[in-house]
Structures are given as structure tokens and as C-alpha cells.
């Protein structure tokens, strides 16, 4: 681990010139610098996911698959194949807490100031006494914690800010949350490699409705993120525009980031009008079960390029809810967290799960979709007579028995 201890020293080194205050929220899963090299920092901070085995972020990390567990020391060797290291969440868990340990530790400028977050803890250097704000802190993503130690550098005085990420998430709460922090300018180093940009947050606030920028994170949960699924080739530009267009949606999106136990009728019609859009700009069609029926049947729509239906639509608000709350907490230390069972999911031996629909199976509900394979006259096992139904076209029969 040297190896690896050194890169994070020489980073450190190259954070701490003068003048500015640099983040990193890590990513173990995208392989993103620990540290970025981000010059004139007086302040940077180091902000770790935590793993916590029963919740919802556990169940989307184990699509991922299982990786081997490795000891973490300062004699341990290098890891040859970090991806299967890193789908382990107890490797992490003590690789980051070995690295905040060891780097505030690192010898600093006068006048530098270097925090680590370690498990629901922060670790600081110089040691300060007052860390009320941070912790203890039960934000379980570096997406929102890395906001609240946003959040009390500008406290103490930090007026410009760099957050160093490769997450859209980061970029989407650092948008909504930016007029509650109020730092004269916030930065976003975003990317790696050709992709690598600057973001000027603050001049994407200055050019955007105010309700726009605190109710993004909901239109950016609702067309798709960890914990909410997308829309079928409707991606997140599709979304935007349709936003633009249908401006309307804003009042039920405010209601979405309020966390109500159940939807309004008003808002549920704004909702769904929204999806139409989105899949057809020309529909007349105020709700998704109308619009599914016109597109399959006078515009010769494949079932993957239509709305959801209405049941299957207002399980995903649930858990869109769900995850704008989380969000909407982003400088909270200790976030309240409503219980997921009730916000459209379901808690299986293998983990969370998603609710998709209320509605039946159609292959069990339908029954003129019954059909049975008989070629030479249908028997007692013919699926047709044990449904206690006619032979159709659809059989192999043809219904000729």
C-alpha cells in the first residue's frame, strides 16, 4: 500500500499552495483519484462513501457482482486487479479508513488545513475541537456528505470552493443546494482524461429559475439514477427538453421534494402528461394508460417504446420520492430516512428490490392470450381446456379441435 500512500502525499502536496479550498468525493467504483491536483488550496477535504450492509445502495452494488476480500495494511501489496478489490465494500471500507488515518498524518503548510472522513467520524489536520457540523454524520454517500463539509468550510470563512468528481449526481445537488451554501463561487472539476472540465456552478444558478435549481435533483432521480430506473429510451436530454416544454411539471415536482405519503390527483396529472411528452411531443393525452393504447395501436408502437402504465408509473414516483429525500437532506448530518417498503420497494432474502407494478402478470390475467401447443387434438393436459376455454388461432391447433 506505500505505493498507493504515496500518490496521495504527493496530491496533497500540490492541493495545499494558496488561496483555495479543493474537495474530492470518492468514487471507488469509477477509480477516481483520491486527491485531486487542484493548486492555491488552503483547505481540502477528503470524503468517503460508507457501506452499509441493509440498505438500498447495498442492493444496487450487488449487480455488480462479489469481489475477494483483502487484507488492508501498510505491508499489504498492491492490488493487481482493483476492480474485483474494489466490488468488496469491507475492502473499502478499511482501505478508506487506513488512508484518512494515515494522510492527516502528512505534514502540512502553515496555514493548511486537511479533513478526512472516517466512518461516521471526521479526522482533521491540525486537530480542531469544533466539528459539531460534520459530525457525527450518518450520510451514507460521499454525493451528499461532501455538500455539508461544503458547507462549513464557507461557515468558516472559504468563500470559493472546487469539488473534484466524476459523478453526475454531485453536479445535479451542487446545483440545488448551491443558494443554501452561498459560497461566492463553486467549482466543479468533473471528468477524467479527454473529458476532464471545469463547471462553473454558480453561473449555472445565475442563468436558471430559482424553483428550477432546487427541484432538479427530483427531475434527475425521476428520468433515472441508482435507485430509480430510467424510462426506456427516453434518456435525460429527452427529459430536459420535455421540461423546458412543459414548465407545468415544477409544481408537482415541488410536491415530490416535500415527501407527501401520497401524491396528489393534481400531481399525479402533471406526472403523467410529463411521460406522454416525453414519448410523444403531439399526444393529446393526459395519462400514460391512453397514451400506451393510441401509440401501440394507430402508431404501430414496439411495448419498449411506450409509457409505463399508470401503476407501474406511480410505484417509480415512490421511489423517485425516495431518493429526492435523501438528496434534499444533502446538508443534514444526520438525515431522517423514510422507510423504503413504504416508497416502492420490497425487502427480499437477497436484498431490496424494486416494486414495479401492482398489476398482475398479463400472461395470468389475460386469458385470451392462452394458447395451447396440441397438434393432434388437444388431451387433458391442453392449456386451453384446463382454463376451461375455446382453441383460438393462436393455439397450434388453430382451433380446428
Known amino acids: 500500500m506505500y505505493a498507493w500512500l504515496s500518490k496521495v502525499k504527493t496530491a496533497v502536496e500540490k492541493s495545499t499552495k494558496d488561496g483555495w479550498i479543493s474537495w474530492s468525493a470518492y468514487h ?46 501498510p505491508s499489504t501489496v498492491m492490488p493487481k486487479n482493483w476492480k474485483a478489490f474494489l466490488r468488496c465494500d469491507e475492502n ?32 482533521c489536520s491540525p486537530a480542531e475541537s469544533y466539528l459539531a457540523c460534520l459530525t457525527p454524520c450518518s450520510q451514507e454517500e460521499a454525493d451528499t456528505r461532501l455538500l455539508l463539509h461544503v458547507a462549513d468550510a464557507v461557515q468558516k470563512g472559504c468563500k470559493k470552493v472546487t469539488i473534484r468528481t466524476v459523478d453526475t449526481d454531485v453536479v445535479v445537488l451542487a446545483v440545488a443546494s448551491f443558494s443554501k451554501i452561498a ?27 430559482p424553483t428550477k435549481c432546487l427541484t432538479l435533483p427530483v427531475l434527475h432521480a425521476f428520468t433515472e439514477c441508482d435507485t430509480v430506473s430510467a424510462f426506456a429510451g427516453r434518456g435525460k436530454k429527452t427529459a430536459w427538453e420535455t421540461w423546458k416544454s412543459f414548465p407545468e411539471v415544477n409544481g408537482a415536482f415541488n410536491e415530490l421534494l416535500c415527501m407527501p405519503s401520497e401524491v396528489s390527483e393534481g400531481s399525479m396529472l402533471l406526472l403523467e402528461r410529463f411521460v406522454v411528452l416525453m414519448y410523444d411531443r403531439t399526444s393529446e ?39 429526492a429525500n435523501c438528496w434534499n437532506q444533502a446538508l443534514v448530518p444526520d438525515p431522517e430516512m423514510p422507510e423504503a417498503s413504504d ?44 382454463a376451461a376455454l375455446k382453441c383460438t388461432a393462436l393455439c397450434f391447433c388453430s382451433g380446428d379441435f
Open 92 to 123: 473499502k471500507t478499511d482501505l478508506f479508513a487506513f488512508l484518512s488515518r494515515i494522510v492527516v498524518h502528512l505534514p502540512l503548510a502553515e496555514g493548511k488545513e486537511l479533513y478526512a472522513t472516517d466512518g461516521s467520524g471526521v479526522l
Open 343 to 386: 416508497l416502492g420497494w420490497t425487502e427480499e432474502t437477497t436484498g431490496w428490490q424494486p416494486l414495479w407494478t401492482t398489476l398482475p402478470e398479463a400472461s395470468k390475467s389475460c386469458h385470451e392470450l392462452i394458447h395451447c401447443r396440441c397438434q393432434k387434438g388437444c388431451t387433458g393436459r391442453c392449456k386451453c381446456a384446463k
Open 285 to 323: 393525452s393526459m395519462e400514460v394508460n391512453d397514451a400506451r393504447k393510441q401509440l401501440f395501436t394507430q402508431k404501430s408502437r414496439s411495448l419498449e417504446n411506450i409509457p409505463p402504465t399508470q401503476a407501474a408509473l406511480k410505484k417509480h414516483i415512490k421511489r423517485t420520492c425516495y431518493q
Open 28 to 73: 471507488a467504483d469509477a477509480h477516481q483519484a483520491v486527491i485531486p491536483p487542484a493548486p492555491k488550496s488552503s483547505r481540502i477535504d477528503l470524503v468517503w462513501d460508507v457501506y452499509l450492509p441493509a440498505s438500498l445502495k447495498a442492493s444496487t452494488r450487488q449487480k455488480r457482482g462479489k469481489g475477494t476480500r483483502k487484507r488492508v495494511a
Open 183 to 209: 459560497p461566492d463561487e463553486l467549482w466543479v472539476a468533473f471528468g477524467v482524461g479527454s473529458s476532464f472540465r471545469y463547471i462553473a456552478v454558480h453561473e449555472i444558478v445565475a442563468t436558471m429559475n
